[in-house]
Nanobody, 119 residues
Framework: QVQLVESGGGLVQAGGSLRLSCAAS????????MGWLRQAPGKEREFVAA????????YYADSVKGRFTISRDNAKNTVYLQMNSLKPEDTAVYYC????????????WGQGTQVTVSS
C-alpha cells in the first residue's frame, strides 16, 4: 500500500507559478507510475500528468502541456508538479495519485491540495 501526502498549493495570480510536492510512504513507490489529478468545483476529477516509474516517460493533458512539468525523485519517494503560466481555469484541488488513469482515477490518491488562480 502507498500513502500520499500533497503540499505546495495556495493562491497565486494568473501567470504565476506553483510547485506541488507529493511525499509517498511505502517501499513499492518506485514501482508505480505516479501522477496528478485535479477536480474543479462542480466538475469531475480529471487527469493532469503522469510519470513512469523510471522518470523516463511523461504524459500530460492537452490543457496543461507546455506549462506544467512532472518529475520524481525515487530516492526521496517524492513526485513534483511544476506549474507555470497558471490560468484561472487551473483552479482546483490537486491530487497525487499512484497509477493514475485518463478517466481521473488512480490506485491510490492523497487528500489533495487546493490551488487557486486569481484573474
Amino acid at each position: 500500500q502507498v500513502q500520499l501526502v500533497e503540499s505546495g498549493g495556495g493562491l497565486v495570480q494568473a501567470g504565476g507559478s506553483l510547485r506541488l510536492s507529493c511525499a509517498a510512504s511505502g517501499r513499492t513507490f518506485s514501482s508505480y507510475t505516479m501522477g496528478w489529478l485535479r477536480q474543479a468545483p462542480g466538475k469531475e476529477r480529471e487527469f493532469v500528468a503522469a510519470i513512469s516509474w523510471s522518470g523516463g516517460t511523461t504524459y500530460y493533458a492537452d490543457s496543461v502541456k507546455g506549462r506544467f512539468t512532472i518529475s520524481r525523485d525515487n530516492a526521496k519517494n517524492t513526485v513534483y508538479l511544476q506549474m507555470n503560466s497558471l490560468k484561472p481555469e487551473d483552479t482546483a484541488v490537486y491530487y497525487c495519485a499512484a497509477d493514475p488513469s485518463y478517466n481521473g482515477t488512480g490506485v491510490y490518491w492523497g487528500q489533495g491540495t487546493q490551488v487557486t488562480v486569481s484573474s
